[in-house]
């Protein structure tokens, strides 16, 4: 297991943003008591993200039904109900923040009977009908690889369909649940890409968690199997002042991260975001992405 890497180093130590455009999205958001991943997260990105245009919402409520080992989302067997109002706030308080990129992420809902299929994709939906040219991620879980669940959010048309492997195969089960897999993951992608092929897909992978340098390339050829289109590389942080979550086993050097990022491009990817703070949803990728809608229209 990860030996402890304690003290931050230099590039990691960051103000978090604060500002008027920061306070008036804020309380958008919180006004109708929405959660965003950005705040619960407290991301060093959200005063960029935030300031120019795009935002991560997490929508499902914020209790999972899972413990992943390095995440800070709460955890309970059966959490409250999703909020039947919550595509409708969401798809307004987007039009009031005038967002052009949105990521949707959400906990998981292994206590529902279509594990919140169906609610992630009338709030995909709504946001659409509201916000037409607004173009929306949806950051999936695995629906435990069930097709038809899958299908039921895919057919709601996110411009971008997106689902974390989080980390390399060998450290699959010691920091991700239990009903989480590597080839689970692998196959949610694969689906998803064989079922709407221009949407394109996208996953998200965490350093310093004791992966070795052969461990990743073999996450990458992976991944590139499976028809994934974008790449992010992040470091792991454990949450702060948790003392039950992960070690953080090394912190990764900005010029590994580049160095990793150039190997990952050579594996095909269309875009691969790579840096200490990237993050799954993170804005030059957005933007990226946004771009790229542009001219190749699902
Ligand atoms: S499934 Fe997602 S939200 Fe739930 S604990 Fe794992 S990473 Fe966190």
């Known amino acids: 297991m990860p030996r402890a890497a304690e003290r931050l180093p230099p590039w990691l130590k960051v103000k978090l943003p604060t500002g008027p455009v920061v306070a008036r999205l804020k309380d958008a958001s919180r006004s109708r008591g929405l959660s965003t991943v950005c705040e619960e997260a407290r991301c060093p990105n959200l005063g960029e993200c935030w300031g120019g245009g795009t935002a991560t919402f997490m929508v499902m409520g914020d209790t999972c039904t899972r413990g992943c080992r390095f995440c800070s989302v709460g955890t309970a067997l059966k959490p409250p109900a999703p909020d039947a109002e919550e595509p409708a706030k969401l798809a307004q308080t987007l039009k009031e923040m005038a967002v052009d990129y949105?990521?949707?992420?959400?906990?998981?809902?292994?206590?529902?009977?279509?594990q919140g299929a169906g609610h992630l994709a009338a709030c995909i939906r709504e946001i659409k009908k509201i916000n037409p040219g607004m173009k929306?991620?949806?950051?999936?879980?695995?629906?435990?690889?069930?097709?038809?669940?899958?299908?039921?959010?895919?057919?709601?048309?996110?411009?971008?369909?997106a689902h974390n492997v989080e980390c390399v195969e060998r450290l699959t089960s010691s920091v991700r649940d239990a009903k989480a897999g590597y080839?689970?993951?692998l196959d949610v992608l694969a689906h998803a890409k064989k079922y709407r092929p221009k949407a394109p897909t996208k996953t998200s992978l965490m350093l310093g968690l004791g992966e070795t340098e052969g461990e990743l390339i073999q996450a990458f050829n992976d991944i590139?199997?499976?028809?994934?289109?974008?790449l992010t590389l992040g470091q792991y942080l454990r949450p702060s002042g948790?003392?039950?979550?992960?070690?953080v086993d090394k912190f990764i050097h900005p010029d590994d991260f580049k160095r990793f990022g150039e190997i990952a491009k050579r594996h095909g990817f269309l875009y691969v975001a790579s840096g200490p703070f990237v993050r799954s949803s993170y804005r030059a990728a957005e933007l990226f992405m946004k771009g790229h809608l542009e001219n190749h229209a699902p």
């Open 136 to 161: 929306l991620e949806m950051l999936l879980q695995d629906f435990r690889a069930d097709k038809a669940l899958l299908e039921t959010v895919l057919d709601a048309g996110p411009d971008v369909v």
């Open 224 to 230: 590139r199997a499976v028809g994934v289109d974008i």
């Open 183 to 185: 080839r689970q993951s």
């Open 242 to 247: 948790s003392r039950h979550h992960l070690m």
């Open 102 to 114: 949105v990521v949707l992420t959400t906990v998981c809902r292994d206590d529902l009977p279509d």
